[in-house]
């Protein structure tokens, strides 16, 4: 009885209070020259604007948190005025509470993915934690750029990552109803809702089917295209300001001649290919080059419209690789 209540707040401390500890320290502990939001009084106008006025949960959320942070600090946190207002506004508030939950929720996934169907040393419970402590270094080191959408579009991912496993193992077409219904929401989000379609490829892919001329992965990936392409093509028709753009800007040549810009490529490439030669089995190699490929759209627009130096951009790619290297990719609904 001692020792499961034992492992319960151990648990608890490790999962949630451990990366929210993390995150504090890098909102509140480590000034970055990069952004300023740190002294945004309101929510920034920028939000509303370029290719981040299509981001409507995140930006809407970000609007009630700035105002009940307000609201807090002026009616419950009077004791903690002072204190708060050296260290941020009530955006930056409120954007930290806002990441901090979704941070707290995509820690529990995590968690849960490194438990489910796992292969090798990860079934050991401590190496199982280090590994998960690495995966919430890797989300608390991008922090440098804080964004209103990025810790809220993982949870999204994550999620969907989760459902197509579970339908994945188990047939049961309501994980694959939950993955459409959590891209369409995603992209409200932000776009690396499509990351989700490149994760189902991957994992369903099977090249025998193909050669076979069994083209049944495309039928299951076309409603998730779908569920992408409505919301993504309908925000950009109904937002239609002069404001507004499909992209932020073209930066591949300042990808690939400023060299914090090609730190961040290297980082990735290292990260990733560290991450390639964890993978357990033949297997886990195949499935992650898989979602490499079908993620190179995505890829492609970072190194357009992206800058390499907000590797939060490769966050994704490097969590998704951490849970691909120790699944267990047997007795799958492409096998039976």
Not at 92 to 97: D, K, P, Q, W
Not at 107 to 114: A, D, G, K, R
Not at 199 to 206: G, K
Not at 292 to 304: E, H, I, N, Q
């Amino acid at each position: 009885m001692l020792k499961k209540n034992d492992e319960k707040i151990s648990s608890f401390l490790f999962i949630i209070v451990l990366p929210i500890l993390l995150f504090a320290m890098t909102y509140y502990g480590f000034e970055s020259s990069y952004t300023r939001l740190k002294t945004s009084q309101k929510v920034p106008d920028f939000l509303f604007t370029s290719v981040y006025a299509y981001r409507i949960i995140p930006n809407y959320l970000s609007i009630y948190m700035t105002d009940g942070m307000e609201y807090m600090i002026n009616n419950y946190l009077t004791f903690f005025k002072d204190f708060l207002s050296k260290n941020g506004t009530p955006f930056y508030h409120g954007l930290f509470a806002m990441n901090s939950f979704f941070m707290i929720l995509s820690s529990v996934i995590i968690n849960h993915l490194l438990q489910f169907k796992t292969l090798g040393f990860v079934l050991n419970n401590n190496v199982r934690r280090i590994v998960h402590l690495l995966s919430i270094f890797f989300i608390v080191i991008t922090q440098y750029a804080p964004t209103n959408c990025d810790t809220i579009a993982l949870f999204f991912y994550l999620l969907g990552v989760l459902v197509t496993l579970k339908y994945l193992h188990t047939g049961k077409k309501i994980f694959y109803y939950w993955l459409i219904a959590i891209i369409f929401v995603s992209t409200f989000v932000r776009e690396t809702a499509c990351l989700n379609i490149a994760f189902y490829a991957a994992v369903l892919f099977c090249l025998d089917d193909i050669k076979k001329g069994n083209f049944k992965l495309f039928l299951g990936v076309t409603p998730l295209v779908i569920a992408f392409i409505l919301p993504y093509l309908g925000l950009r028709s109904l937002i239609n300001e002069e404001s507004t753009t499909f992209v932020e800007g073209f930066y591949i040549n300042r990808n690939f001649e400023s060299p914090f810009n090609l730190a961040g490529l290297f980082f990735a490439c290292i990260v990733l290919y560290f991450i390639y030669k964890l993978c357990i089995t033949h297997k886990n190699k195949m499935v992650f080059k898989n979602y490499l490929f079908f993620s190179s759209p995505y890829l492609l627009m970072v190194t357009m419209v992206g800058l390499f130096w907000e590797v939060r951009l490769f966050l994704p790619l490097i969590i998704t690789g951490i849970i691909i290297s120790y699944h267990q990719f047997t007795d799958t609904i492409a096998e039976r």
